[in-house]
T-cell receptor, first 115, second 115 residues
Framework: DADVTQTPRNRITKTGKRIMLECSQT?????MYWYRQDPGLGLQLIYY???????NKGEISDGYSVSRQAQAKFSLSLESAIPNQTALYFC??????????????FGPGTRLTVL | GNSVTQMEGPVTLSEEAFLTINCTYT??????LFWYVQYPGEGLQLLLK?????DKGSNKGFEATYRKETTSFHLEKGSVQVSDSAVYFC??????????????FGQGTILTVHP
C-alpha cells in the first residue's frame, strides 16, 4: 500500500479559481512537505510542517497556503490560481520514529494546469 | 545557505555503458546526502543515501561515496539498463546528523538509456 497519497492526480482550472490539493499518509510520519516541480528546476519547497501545530514557509510560499488538519493530512491551497502556478506538485512525509536518515517519502504527484 | 549542484543533462547512454552523474554541495554542519530517482509518471523514491563522510551508499547497482574533502556525492553505475531511464536528483539534509530535516535538491539530471 502506498504510504503517501495525493488527490487529485490531475486538475485543470481557470485563472482566479481557488484550488485545494490534498495529501494523506498512513505511516505516522511527523513531518510533511509540499513541493513544486518545474522542468529543469528540480523541486522547490513551498511549505512544511513538523507537527500539527507547526507550519513553516518554504522557498516559494507566495500565493499558497496550507493546513495540517491532522498528523496524517496536509493540504495545499491556491487561493486565486494564476497560469504560472501550472506545475507538478508533490507531497512528502518523513520522520519515522527512531529514524536518523532524513529520508522523505513522496506521493505520486498532482499535475495542475491553470488556464 | 545550502545548495546542491548536479551535472547538466540530459545524459544519453547505450545499454551496458558506465554512468557517472556528478553532484557537489554546499552546506553548514554535517549533512546527510541522498540520491532520489523519478521514473516517468511517478513520484520521487530514495535510491541511496549516506549519512557521514566516507560512507558509501549503494542500491540496485548504483553507488555514491560521501566525500567531505571535495564536497561531492557522485552517482555511478557500472552497466546501465534501459530500465534505469529516469530523472536523478541529488539532495542534502542539513540536520546536524541528529534528526530528520528539510531536503535541498539539485535540479535533476535526465538519463536516457538506449538498447
Amino acid at each position: 500500500d502506498a504510504d503517501v497519497t495525493q488527490t487529485p492526480r490531475n486538475r485543470i482550472t481557470k485563472t482566479g479559481k481557488r484550488i485545494m490539493l490534498e495529501c494523506s499518509q498512513t505511516k505516522g510520519h511527523d513531518r510533511m512537505y509540499w513541493y513544486r516541480q518545474d522542468p529543469g528546476l528540480g523541486l522547490q519547497l513551498i511549505y512544511y510542517s513538523f507537527d500539527v501545530k507547526d507550519i513553516n514557509k518554504g522557498e516559494i510560499s507566495d500565493g499558497y497556503s496550507v493546513s495540517r488538519q491532522a498528523q496524517a493530512k496536509f493540504s495545499l491551497s491556491l487561493e486565486s490560481a494564476i497560469p504560472n502556478q501550472t506545475a507538478l506538485y508533490f507531497c512528502a512525509a518523513s520522520g519515522e520514529r527512531g529514524s536518523r536518515s532524513g529520508e522523505q517519502f513522496f506521493g505520486p504527484g498532482t499535475r495542475l494546469t491553470v488556464l | 545557505g545550502n545548495s546542491v549542484t548536479q551535472m547538466e543533462g540530459p545524459v544519453t547512454l547505450s545499454e551496458e555503458a558506465f554512468l557517472t552523474i556528478n553532484c557537489t554541495y554546499t552546506a553548514t554542519g554535517y549533512p546527510s546526502l541522498f540520491w532520489y530517482v523519478q521514473y516517468p509518471g511517478e513520484g520521487l523514491q530514495l535510491l541511496l543515501k549516506a549519512t557521514k563522510a566516507d560512507d558509501k551508499g549503494s542500491n540496485k547497482g548504483f553507488e555514491a561515496t560521501y566525500r567531505k574533502e571535495t564536497t561531492s556525492f557522485h552517482l555511478e553505475k557500472g552497466s546501465v539498463q534501459v530500465s534505469d531511464s529516469a530523472v536523478y536528483f541529488c539532495a542534502l539534509s542539513d540536520d546536524g546528523g541528529t534528526s530528520y530535516g528539510k531536503l535541498t535538491f539539485g535540479q535533476g539530471t535526465i538519463l536516457t538509456v538506449h538498447p
